[in-house]
C-alpha cells in the first residue's frame, strides 16, 4: 500500500511518503524551493501544495502518482468551518470588499477564512491536474487519467499525534502536542495502547501556548511563527522577573485544558522592540518570564496527563515541541520516565502523521480487520512495520554525482580514495580551526542540521561562537550545538534522569560537565547548558568516524554543529546549493561526499 501524507494549509508545506507502513521518503519544500518555511502562513497561500517535495518523494521510490492508493491531507475543512455561519458548505463563498469594516469575526479568525477553505476543500483537485509544467511528467506519468488514489482530509492534531506515537520507540505511551493552532484546536492529549490510539482531550482556540510565544516573538522585533527559537536562545540571558504575572494569565485546570487570558507585555515591559533595535535587558527578562511560564504550564499538563493516560512514557509534536528548555523540562522534572520527540515536530511533521494514520487505518481495512472505535472511543490500526530511528529521510546525491557536478563547475577539489581518508582530512581541517561545511548522504527531516547538511567547527577555541555567527550573519546572542559520539555523552555532560544521554535529535538541553567546560566553550550557552545531539555509528557512520578521528587529534571528540545555510534561507539541498552558500561566506572547506575544497585561508592556516 502506497501513501502520500501532506502538510500544506498554513507552512512548513512537506511530502511523506510511506510504503506498506514505512516512510520511505520525506522532504520539506522549503529546501527545492529556497523559500524559508515554504510560504507564510496566509489564506492567500493554502493553495500551493508542495509539488516540488511530493515529485522527489515519488521519483525517489520510482513511482508516479498513478501508483498512489491513498493521500492524507493534514487539515480537516469540516473542523475548520465549525460553528462559522460564513463558511456554510452550500459551494459557495462569500469575501468582504472592506474586510477590516467587518468587526463579526472573533479576534483569531480572518475575514479570508473563506477562501482559504475553498483552497483546503479543492487540494485534491489541485493536486490532479495543477502541478508545475515542469514537474508535470515526473508526477502524473503518461496517463494522468489513471490516478485512483483516495483522498482523506484529516484533523490536524490529529496528524501530529500519529506522527509522534507512530514513530516513537513505545508500544505504548502518552501522547501530548502542544501547538499554535490547527482547525480550532491548540493543543491535544491522548494515549497509545494495545494497537489503539484514544483522545483524552484538546484545547480550542483561542487558549493556545504556541500563540501566546508567538505574541512574545513579534513584541520582541522577531518574526511570529519562524523566529520562535531565538526567543528561547534569550531565556538563558535574562531573569523571569515577570513570571507571576504572565503565569496569572495562563490558568490549567484539572482536565488538561487550559485558558490564556488577556496578556500586555507592554504593561510588563514597556514598548515592543522594533525589528534590529538593541536588545535590552527589559527584553531578556521577558523572554525568560515566557520561558519559565511555558515550563511551568507544560508541566502542570504532563502531571494530568500521566495521570489520565496511566501510561510512563510520553511522545510529544506540534511546534512547541521543538522548545528544548521546556523538553529537557519535562525529561528532568516531569512524571513521565522517557519523553519522546518527533524530530519534525513542526508542521512538517504533520504530513508523516497523516501517512502514517492513513496507511495504518487502511492496511487494517484491507486485511479485514474491524475498524470501529471501543467503547472508550479509541480507533484501532494495522500493526507498525516501523520506529524512527534517524532522521535521514530527505534527498541524496552519490559521491559519483557530486564529482561530477564539481567538475562540471570547473572547481579544483580533492578525491578522497575512501571513508577513512575523508574523515581524516575533514578532521585535520577541524583542528586547525577551520569552518567545514559537511553535506553527505540523506537530507535531514526536520528543522535541525544533524550531521547530513551541517556547518561543523571545533568548540576548543572561545572565539569559534562568534565566527560562526558572524559567518551566517546571524544575532550574537544564538548558541550553537554541541555534537558527540553517543558513547561519549557521559564524559562531557550531566546525565539526565530520563533518556539518558541519547538526543539523536537535538531536542533536549543538557548541562555541561563543570570539569569540562573550559574545554568545549563555543559549544555552550552561557547559562552551562548545550543543546546536544549524540551520534551512533549505524545511523550517521561517516559523522560518527569524524567524531572519533577530531577526539584522537585534540582530545575533545565533541564538535559544533549548526545548519549549513546563510541566514534567512533554507538548509543546504542539493550541492548547487552548498556551493552557493560556500562561495558566498567565509566558509573554510566543503566536505561533500568523497570531494575536499579547500579555500586559501585554509591553505595558509594548514601550512604554518
Known amino acids: 500500500m502506497i501513501t502520500l501524507g501532506l502538510n500544506a494549509a498554513f507552512h512548513d508545506s512537506a511530502a511523506v511518503l510511506v510504503v506498506d507502513g514505512v516512510p520511505v521518503a520525506a522532504a520539506e519544500e522549503e529546501r527545492f524551493s529556497r523559500i524559508k518555511h515554504a510560504k507564510r502562513p496566509l489564506p492567500f497561500t493554502a493553495w500551493e501544495l508542495p509539488f516540488q517535495a511530493i515529485a522527489w518523494c515519488l521519483e525517489h521510490a520510482g513511482l508516479t502518482l498513478e501508483a498512489v492508493d491513498h493521500v492524507g491531507y493534514s487539515l480537516d475543512p469540516a473542523l475548520f468551518a465549525e460553528g462559522r455561519e460564513d463558511l456554510r458548505a452550500d459551494d459557495r463563498i462569500l469575501l468582504p470588499l472592506r474586510p477590516t469594516a467587518d468587526a463579526r469575526l472573533a479576534p483569531w479568525d480572518s475575514p479570508w477564512d473563506p477562501l482559504f477553505l475553498s483552497y483546503v476543500v479543492n487540494a485534491p483537485r489541485q493536486l490532479r491536474d495543477g502541478a508545475p509544467h515542469h514537474l508535470r511528467a515526473r508526477l502524473y506519468g503518461s496517463r494522468p487519467e489513471a490516478m485512483h488514489w483516495r483522498f482523506h482530509h484529516l484533523p490536524h492534531h490529529l496528524c501530529h499525534q500519529a506522527s509522534a506515537f507512530l514513530a516513537a520507540p513505545f508500544d505504548s505511551c502518552a501522547v501530548m502536542t502542544l501547538d499554535g493552532r490547527g482547525e480550532r484546536a491548540t493543543s491535544c492529549y491522548g494515549v497509545w495502547r494495545d494497537g489503539r ?24 522585533g522577531f518574526l511570529h511563527a519562524s523566529d520562535e527559537y531565538k526567543v528561547m536562545a534569550l531565556a538563558a540571558m535574562g531573569k523571569p522577573r515577570w513570571a507571576r504575572e504572565i503565569g496569572a494569565a495562563v490558568t ?10 488577556a496578556m500586555d507585555f507592554a504593561a510588563l515591559a514597556g514598548p515592543a522592540r522594533r525589528h534590529g533595535a538593541a536588545l535590552e535587558q527589559r527584553h531578556l527578562d521577558l523572554a525568560a518570564s515566557l520561558q519559565a511560564v511555558l515550563e511551568a504550564k507544560a508541566l502542570e499538563i504532563a502531571r494530568w496527563l500521566r495521570e489520565a493516560s496511566g501510561e510512563r512514557q510520553l511522545a510529544m509534536a506540534g511546534g512547541v515541541a521543538l522548545n528544548c528548555l521546556m523538553n529537557a523540562r519535562l525529561r528532568d522534572e516531569g512524571p513521565f520516565e522517557r519523553v519522546w520527540v518527533q524530530p519534525a515536530a513542526g508542521d512538517a511533521g504533520t504530513a508523516l ?14 486485511a479485514g480487520g474491524d475498524g470501529a472505535a471501543d467503547a472508550q472511543g479509541a480507533l484501532p490500526l494495522a500493526a507498525r512495520e516501523w520506529t524512527q530511528t534517524h532522521a535521514y529521510l530527505g534527498p541524496a546525491w552519490s559521491d559519483e554525482a557530486v564529482e561530477k557536478a564539481l567538475a562540471w563547475a570547473g572547481l579544483d577539489y580533492e578525491v578522497c580514495a575512501d571513508d577513512a581518508a575523508l574523515v581524516d582530512r575533514t578532521a585535520q581541517l577541524l583542528a586547525a580551526d577551520c569552518i567545514v561545511g559537511w553535506y553527505q548522504g540523506r537530507m535531514e527531516w526536520g528543522p535541525r542540521a544533524l550531521g547530513a547538511r551541517s556547518i561543523l567547527a571545533s568548540p576548543i577555541s572561545p572565539a569559534m561562537q562568534q565566527r560562526l555567527n558572524e559567518l551566517k ?34 531536542l533536549f538541553t543538557f548541562q555541561t560537565r563543570a570539569d569540562r567546560l573550559a574545554r568545549i566553550p563555543s559549544a555552550c550557552h552561557s547559562d552551562g547548558s548545550a543543546r546536544v545531539q549524540t551520534v551512533q555509528a549505524d545511523s550517521n557512520p561517516r559523522l560518527h568516524a569524524l567524531l572519533r578521528r577530531f577526539g584522537v587529534l585534540t582530545g575533545v571528540p565533541v564538535l559544533v554543529n549548526t545548519s549549513f545555510n546563510v541566514r534567512g534561507q533554507p538548509i543546504v539541498c542539493s550541492p548547487h546549493d552548498a556551493l552557493e552558500a560556500f562561495f558566498a561566506t567565509p566558509l573554510d572547506a566543503l566536505a561533500i561526499g568523497r570531494c575536499v575544497i579547500v579555500k586559501r585561508r585554509a591553505r595558509e592556516v594548514q601550512a604554518a
Open 197 to 220: 490510539y484514544r483522545p483524552l482531550g484538546e484545547v480550542r482556540m483561542p487558549h493556545s501556548l504556541g500563540l501566546l510565544y508567538e505574541r512574545a516573538t513579534s513584541y520582541l
Open 252 to 261: 490549567v485546570h484539572g482536565d488538561g485544558r487550559f485558558e490564556v487570558g
Open 353 to 366: 502523521g497523516a501517512a502514517l494514520w492513513v496507511d495504518g487505518r487502511e492496511r487494517l481495512a484491507a
Open 473 to 506: 550573519d546571524r544575532e550574537d546572542f544564538r548558541p550553537v550545538a554541541p555534537v558527540l559520539p553517543l558513547e561519549d555523552f557521559g564524559d562531557w555532560f550531566e546525565p539526565a534522569t530520563a533518556n539518558g544521554g541519547e538526543a539523536p535529535f537535538m
